[in-house]
């Protein structure tokens, strides 16, 4: 009978997860010691998790700080807002009486519509792949960065730019791109359930505000309050360092660098955001 050469032997050995001393470097080489790789796995249940809604708050507080720099800096160098469409829509309501009189009702309707479009498409983008699975959010929020880093490389490549003429493709196109991705990022709060927090409206978080019955009560026994508190200061700080980047040598340019750098530290925020605990 032929001699088996050790083949049933090494077979025993794999099932058994044992490897000779030769065999386990070779695995090595091959790497893959004593089994697959675990982190991969690790990897994809992390990034499958949903996040959890604890301390989100703090995140979309965050992003207030985001639409102040934008919309002052663009409302000052554009003459429309690139998130907040209350201000466009009346705007949009003027410019539609007078449409000769200025341009400014053509950059609040681009704002408009491709807020409106951002909206529809982080809605479903959240819906159909999961509203709050990390890699979802994360690369939601990539998608966001990418859209703000392309309209501040136009702005900081191409032709200066001002509140008055035509509408170029230097104006229209970051106008559409940042208030496409501000969509996404208000809807973040309906993803996180905190409703009130769009980060682009300030006027009902005012009213529910100054209407609050515990409205002076202490800090630890009303954290609506304080988030209401937070929002208004958090989005005119925002406005400030827009305004002043507005008003310098960098001008737009800076402001939106200044906002594509904190939604970075927003995006790998998510990446490593604790998860929603498993029930059971």
């Known amino acids: 009978m032929a001699p088996s050469y050790g083949t049933a032997s090494e077979?025993?050995?794999?099932?058994?997860?044992l490897l000779e001393p030769g065999d386990q470097e070779?695995?090595?080489?091959?790497?893959?010691p004593n089994g697959e790789h675990r982190s991969f796995p690790r990897l994809r249940e992390h990034m499958a998790a949903d996040i959890s809604k604890s301390w989100g708050d703090v995140a979309l507080l965050s992003c207030y700080v985001i639409t102040?720099?934008?919309?002052?800096?663009s409302v000052q160098v554009w003459g429309s807002f690139v998130s907040m469409q209350t201000g466009n829509t009346?705007?949009?309501?003027l410019g539609l009486v007078a449409p000769g009189d200025s341009t400014r009702w053509i950059r609040a309707a681009i704002s408009v519509v491709c807020f409106a479009l951002g909206s529809a498409f982080f809605s479903r983008y959240h819906g159909y792949l999961g509203p709050r699975k990390?890699?979802?959010?994360?690369?939601?929020?990539?998608?966001q960065l990418l859209c703000m880093v392309a309209a501040a490389l136009m702005v900081t490549l191409g032709p200066k730019t001002g509140a008055s003429g035509p509408v170029s493709e230097w104006i229209a196109a970051p106008i559409a791109l940042i208030a496409f991705q501000a969509g996404g990022q208000a809807?973040?709060?309906r993803v996180l359930q905190y409703g009130s927090l769009t980060s682009v409206v300030l006027t009902s978080i005012y009213c529910d505000l100054f209407s609050d019955q515990k409205l002076f009560s202490g800090v630890t026994e009303n954290v609506e309050r304080n988030r209401r508190i937070a929002a208004p200061l958090l989005l005119l700080g925002g406005a400030m360092a827009g305004g002043l980047w507005?008003?310098?040598?960098?001008?737009?340019?800076?402001?939106i660098w200044t906002a594509v750098a904190l939604k970075a530290i927003v995006t790998l925020a998510w990446a490593f955001w604790a998860a929603e605990p498993s029930e059971g």
């Open 26 to 32: 070779r695995a090595a080489l091959l790497g893959k």
């Open 134 to 143: 990390r890699w979802v959010m994360v690369s939601s929020y990539i998608i």
């Open 11 to 17: 077979e025993q050995h794999h099932r058994n997860g």
């Open 246 to 255: 507005a008003q310098s040598d960098v001008g737009l340019a800076g402001a």
């Open 187 to 189: 809807y973040t709060s």
């Open 90 to 93: 009346v705007y949009l309501g």
């Open 68 to 73: 102040g720099l934008l919309d002052s800096s």
